[in-house]
């Protein structure tokens, strides 16, 4: 069966704008969650949806936002683009009730912020 | 959440077996481990999990000890494409069904060699 789908793979903003990131998680899982990845901080989570709903979310500003629509496709916004957000973006599906191993993550969207 | 400590790298040549220690002496009786592996600009990748004894399957074995305080994943005759970040967890059901709870430490930089 298909896998987390990330796009864009790479992406290039300049500091001030917006960006929009997409996630298709695998088929029948209702839980997508996001993280950001950066050599300084590691695996940072920013948000967890689960049925539309956002269920967790992590310490980041306002400035990072997500929703997530009827068929569990999610999408991540950042506003204002900071340097310090260039980071790998991560995305992975879950069915969201827990058990073994749980987690499929995406190959995640490399944000670079110049 | 159990804290785990893991080496921060380790160093092998092609077709040895690769043993990094994952250590957890706070784990809870409802926790199981589970080892994740993270090769460069993608996401992590479940390996394996278990609760006590031994766990085998066709990519790692997982030992774990009658105490639970530490566990052992084992790569048989890894070659160059076992070079990757790998990351011990621990967590009970409820932790799994939570992202936010899902805690990636640092990990274990696998460097392995011709």
């Known amino acids: 069966k298909a896998g987390v789908t990330q796009t864009p793979r790479y992406l290039i903003k300049t500091r001030g704008q917006q960006v929009t990131l997409s996630c298709s998680p695998i088929?029948?899982?209702?839980?997508v969650s996001w993280y950001q990845q950066t050599p300084g901080q590691g695996l940072q989570f920013l948000f967890e949806?689960?049925?539309?709903?956002?269920?967790n979310k992590g310490n980041f500003p306002g400035r990072f936002s997500g929703r997530q629509f009827s068929n569990s496709r999610s999408e991540m916004n950042v506003s204002t683009l900071e340097l310090g957000d260039s980071a790998l973006y991560l995305c992975?599906?879950?069915?969201?009730?827990?058990?073994?191993?749980?987690?499929?993550f995406g190959s995640g969207t490399r944000l670079t912020v110049v | 959440l159990a804290k785990t400590t893991q080496p921060i790298s380790m160093d092998s040549y092609e077709g040895q077996e690769v043993n990094i220690t994952c250590s957890h002496n706070?784990?809870?009786?409802?926790?199981?481990i589970t080892w994740y592996q993270q090769f460069p600009s993608q996401g992590p990748r479940f390996i394996i999990q278990g609760y006590k004894t031994k766990v085998t399957n066709e990519v790692a074995s997982l030992f774990i000890p009658a105490d639970r305080k530490s566990s052992t994943l084992s790569l048989p005759r890894v070659s160059l494409s076992d070079t990757a970040v790998y990351y011990c967890?621990?967590?009970?059901?409820?932790?799994?069904?939570?992202?936010?709870?899902?805690?990636f430490g640092s990990g274990t930089r696998l460097s392995i060699r011709p």
């Open positions: 992975a599906s879950s069915s969201g009730t827990g058990g073994s191993g749980g987690y499929t």
């Open positions: 949806y689960f049925s539309e709903t956002q269920r």
């Open positions: 967890l621990v967590g009970d059901h409820l932790t799994y069904s939570s992202a936010s709870k899902i805690i």
């Open positions: 706070n784990i809870a009786t409802n926790d199981y």
């Open positions: 088929s029948g899982h209702r839980s």
